[in-house]
């Protein structure tokens, strides 16, 4: 109950706040009218600053050439060659690769068993035949080669990086840091230099995946050293432990089931990258689906997507049920099955080894053209049906919230937008939003481009309204309700680990090439993180706390606005926070569709030479936007949450 | 209860560890605080306003004999937990001496640290400190381990201290398959395991209820009984503290404020916080004769039925009631004095 | 629980039992690759014409040079870096860059020109048939004023809408917009597909639509785009880019290969060297691929039947 007489503490503070808001926000637009067009620090497509081109003068001054990014590039394409000659490739001077699907399905199952349990297994065994059946079995193996091989070197480096950012304060702070620049730096941006670095192909996308996908590994092992119960790191150290003794035998092995959700959220960003790598030549799934683009043909698109889906789900589950396992270890039963089984995989390795029906996937029943003609039909259908409703919603959008809100951020002075945000910022979040603020905004004018930034701010904004709307709608009812949330996950699944060109073709057609399309792919991207962070805040409310509220008679709408949202406050801000980052993730995606303003800067940046440095500048910007958005929610987040404490010791 | 006067005051000489000035501060530039005497001189709140510091331990000096329980006592924040984590440098102390059999403690290196961690200390947690992905057996022999026993050796210890503290059958069971009481006795017997000369007890039963608490209070005294360990004891609880203390010592916001057995704390008070704190002691259960004695008078008879001075109130109660002349009160042979009705009286019906 | 797993065990049985008749790998091994051709890394550039290049000289490689090809699917800019670090050996289809053929050309010395490809690069603004069907005059943009209001969507403040296309192509539209003071301006779609699905929803559903394209395409077997009249493009009209009024110049699209490649020996840089055919060749296979769903292999081997002679002039045969 003490949240409650918390949540009525901040609704009476709120109206002040709320009002120096609204003055301030009508101070902008009155300005606004008075000012419009001064100092917009416009700059055409086509067009650089000095900044832009020094950067692009520069960009071989190092890689190429170097023998310490030769040695690792050849040692990684070694690596990932390997790999395919295991499971995709023709190798070894046969026709087949070294182990055929019979033998892949077989290992897989098996492990999955091992390390999670039998349910998990039948469900590798059932999703690796879905796909082998898909008729993407060799190009399921490549994208799965690249993503073992990616993953597998995140971790050589993440787990240490995160072991030392969990036992140091000053490697935390720092990795936190860097970590968020990481995850809001578009991929886009890399992609290109690492070229330079590590030249095309799979070194390139391997390391590429790596930067991607190393962050949450990093983040969930400093986490978990960190929340090992602080006696038994000291029960150990009083049995006179050495640093090392207490690092394997008590810290590593107790944060073992959190590492474990670090390595499944690599995995899942180590698959959604992978497909993007294919834009530099890496092998797989990626490739299926930017050809099938290159046609329009979203049937193919989607059996390629939807083979990802699988992959990724089966994946997840695994590695869930792994974490989730016991600490007991097998009793004498288990190890009698495991060795038996383990005589079963031999035995179909050597099946797959050796008789052709074994190695290569049959062909005869293909369901891949099946589910490709389904999902091209779907599609016009879709179409046809909502072509022209789907216009008039955009063109209310647009015309309704999402020009005057660009206009108003690209019509105003440079100056008088920093003013406005920063005072913004410091009515939210005091000196911690402001600051940032203040610097992101300065360091954005620096880049050049200014009006570019400010148009993708303010999609960014209206999309990530929609999102968090869409996802604390969708959060609460699935937080609620058990069965909605079984019937929705494996939606949000999919949304999340769909590649979003698979999508892009149907959203051109029903909403043609406007930002507001970019809008609406972002939605789709981010909305599944933000439902599922918000369902899981709602459930982690004290069953007690919700009973508490239910014997005083609250209605259902009370307990939710009065007990679940409040005091799930810290996840809310959390999925806002997500949703922020995920949509801002997705702004280069939006540049393919019509976005324009920074994504497509930045895309430019990656095709065309001259506009490397404009791109480069681009993508940094949208990092500086990120950044600033993400230090004023978390600053108003903070704020918000002092007044409850107080509120709460009364 | 046993034998509460046999150490009446402990020469340094002949203390297992002693602690001398010892001061632990928190907070920025902490070695300044215990320096300076005008820092030092003030309290809490206007320590923290001044410099940002809070001194968990301040200017604690005591010994602690061979064989004894010492009993640190407080409520919680008086920094109980801080000195007793400062003991065996778990904690760094800011300042002062630590001497344990002669040597200095605060000037061992690490790895000496580590070899007296490994063969003269052991401690048990409040919270267990268990290692959740072991089981029993393992979490007994990880000291052993640690210090790079054989595993026959180590097995066959873990058992013997495994059957001591009365977990034998649940050996190759985890923590979390065990209550709360038997999770306690796996840390007792992973602190007992490496044959420690020190046991130090963190607040131990806190997190128990209060039936098997007093079971692992009784077992504690039982294994003192058997084993003969020097032990450090931390506890808010009072009538933890007087059941198992040969001494206590009462600590409030860092400093302490009383250092003595039981009956001392209940039958002289140093001062009015001391007072609170025993207030609702039954004190018949904890005075001993010899705090109530008083001269006779003269028209008594000194023919009435004789006592030891360290009999409890109440065992003497029925016997002096009984008595139609007052007790005398006699200790080898000297006679200390009398006790009569009213004084038995004012102990057991008066609660302060 | 338990009979899940006896299932599991019987299952594995029985495929040990039914796959004791298979055939078994290796038994009908393909004849042996090889003579001296060797291996060469060919980029394949993202549009489908490009495909249909690469899918013919792959399959008289592989099929008449017994060389081994492995196409690398790169972006135009990316696949230019692939020469110097020996990745790419061969482009099959060059437009422009002059100022790639300067790096890696004249300054770095790592490629070399191969000659034409024999296909006419044209570039342009087009509308959808239907438009130039119901506004004949709008293929003069001396009109395309008039029609400006026609153009306007929620995208183009108020003027009418140029749609641009992938970023990786050079487009002079916003200095041609100013220039010929047309009240348009230049949205940028952001990729092909984006271009490809407005014009093909433009023509279905007769929506004006002005946009950045390019022949050959293999989009035109589909929906026959009409091209605007700019004015005539003249030698160095564009050589400011900011001053620019005049249409896009003709390219010759063109074949770059690899120092190391072309210095080899090797009998597939004479194939690379000849090979040369036309507009009409390469949207013929490139139909098959993107409208017929034909692998490029397939689609290759068909065109190559029916155009024995030709191929044969390129490998040097009469």
Known sequence: MASIT????????????????????????????????????????QETTALHRWLTEHRDDVGQGNVFFDAIRIAVDHFVVLLQDLISQPSFDRPVPAIGWLGVIAISAYCAWAFGNWKVAVLTAAGLGFVGLQGLWQESMDTLSLTIAAVLLSLLVAIPLGIWAGLSDRAFKVATLVLDLMQTLPTFVYLAPLTLFFAIGPAAATIATLIYAAPPAVRLTAHAIRSVPPESVEAARSLGSTRGQTLTKVLLPMSRSTVVVGINQTIMAALSMVTVAALID?????????????????????????????????????????????????????????????????????????????????????????????????????????????????????????????????????????????ALAFVLGGWRGAVPAAVCLGLLVATGVWQDSMVTLASTLLATVVVVAVGLALGVWAGRNRRVDTWIRPVLDAGQTMPPFVYLVPFLALFGTSRFTAIAAAVVFAVPVTTKIVADGIRAVPVATVEAANSVGSSSWQVISKVQLPVARRAITLAVNQGLIYVLSMVVVGGLVGAGALGYDVAAGFAQSELYGKGLAAGLAIVLLGVMLDRITQAAARRTENFTTRGDKR | MTAQLEYPDIQASDALLSVQDLWKV??????????????????????????????????????????????????????????????????????????????????????????????????????????????????????????????????????????????????????????????????????????????????????????????????????????????????HDLSEALKLGDRILLMRDGAAVQLGTGDELVGAPADDYVRQFVRDVPR?????????????????????????PDVLVREATRLVLESDRPVKVVDGGTLLGVIGDEEILAVVADTN | ????????????????????????????????????????????????????????????????????????????????QGFSTGEVDVNLENWGHEDLKKKYITDDKVAVEAGSTGVKGIIGWYVPPWM????????????????????????????????????????????????????????????????????????KNKKPLLAYFYEPQWFFNEVKLVKINLPAYKAGCDADPAKVACDYPPYDLDKIVSKKFADSGSPAYDLVKNFKWTNEDQNAVARMIAVDKMTPDQAAQKWVDQNQSKVNTWLGKN
């Open chain 2, 284 to 308: 018949a259960d904890v005075l001993t004769l010899r705090w109530i004695v008083r001269e006779p008078r003269p028209d008594e008879s000194l023919d009435g039925p004789e006592l030891g």
């Open chain 3, 1 to 80: 629980m338990k009979k899940l797993r006896y299932a599991g065990v019987l299952t594995a049985v029985a495929l040990a039992l039914a796959g004791c008749g298979g055939q078994k790998v290796g038994e009908d091994k393909p004849a042996a690759a090889g003579k001296d051709c060797g291996t060469f890394n060919l980029t394949v550039s993202p549009w489908v014409g490009y495909e249909a290049n690469a899918a013919v000289v792959s399959y008289v490689a592989t099929k008449d040079l017994g060389c081994k090809v492995v196409k690398k699917d790169l972006k135009e800019e990316i696949a230019w």
């Open chain 1, 282 to 422: 890496a092998p797989g799934l990626g490739q299926t689906v930017l050809k099938a683009l290159q046609t329009l043909d979203v049937g193919v698109a989607f059996n390629a997507g939807l083979a990802i889906v699988v992959i990724a789900i089966v994946l997840d589950r695994v590695t869930t049920a792994a974490g989730d396992r016991p600490w007991r270890t097998a009793n004498r039963r288990r190890r009698l099955l495991l060795a038996a089984g383990a005589v079963a995989v031999l035995v179909a390795v050597w099946f797959s080894r050796t008789y052709v029906w074994a190695a290569e996937f049959p062909s005869t029943v293909n369901v891949g053209s099946r589910i490709a003609v389904i999902a091209s039909d779907v599609t016009d259908w879709v179409q046809n049906v909502f072509g022209g409703f789907t216009y008039g919603v955009r063109d209310a959008v647009t015309n309704g919230l999402l020009n005057p809100l660009e206009g108003l951020l690209t019509g105003s002075p440079w100056w008088l937008v920093t003013v406005v945000v920063v």
């Open chain 3, 132 to 203: 130039a069907a119901k506004y004949p005059d709008i293929t003069d943009w001396k009109n395309l004023n008039k029609y400006a209001a026609l153009f306007k969507t929620s995208e183009s403040g108020g003027k009418g809408q140029l749609l641009d296309g992938d970023p990786s192509y050079v487009t002079n539209d916003e200095a041609l917009v100013k220039n010929l003071s047309l009240n348009y301006k230049v949205v940028q779609s952001g990729s092909e597909t984006a271009l490809i699905q407005a014009f093909r929803d433009a023509e």
């Open chain 2, 26 to 235: 928190f907070g920025p530039k902490a070695q300044r605080v215990p320096r300076r005497p005008d820092l030092a001189a003030l309290d809490r709140t206007a320590l923290y306003a001044k410099t940002g510091c809070t001194a968990a331990v301040r200017d604690l000096s005591f010994d602690v004999a061979p064989g004894e329980v010492f009993v640190v006592m407080g409520l919680s924040g008086s920094g109980k937990s801080t000195l007793v984590r400062c003991l065996t440098r778990l904690i760094e102390p800011t300042a002062g001496r630590l001497v344990f059999e002669g040597e200095d403690l605060r000037a061992a290196d690490e790895k000496r640290l580590r070899a007296l961690r490994r063969s003269k200390f052991s401690m048990v947690f409040q919270h267990f400190g268990l290692l959740p992905h072991r089981k029993v057996i393992d979490n007994v022999s990880y000291g052993l381990e640690i210090r790079g026993e054989s595993k026959p050796d180590r097995r066959r210890r873990a058992q013997e201290v495994i059957d001591l503290v009365g977990l034998a059958g649940n050996e190759h069971l985890y923590p979390e398959q065990l209550s709360g009481g038997m999770q306690q006795r796996v840390g007792l017997a992973r602190a007992l395991a490496n044959d420690p000369d020190v046991l130090l007890f963190d607040e131990p039963f806190s997190a128990l209820d209060p039936l098997i608490r007093r079971e692992m209070q009784t077992e504690v005294v039982r294994l003192h009984r058997e084993v003969g360990k020097t032990m450090v004891f931390i506890t």
């Open chain 1, 6 to 45: 918390g949540s009525v503490e901040i609704e009476v503070r709120r109206p002040r706040r709320s009002v120096v808001v609204g003055v301030l926000l009508v101070a902008w637009v009155a300005l606004y009218f008075v000012l419009r067009g001064i100092d917009t620090l416009v700059l055409g497509g």
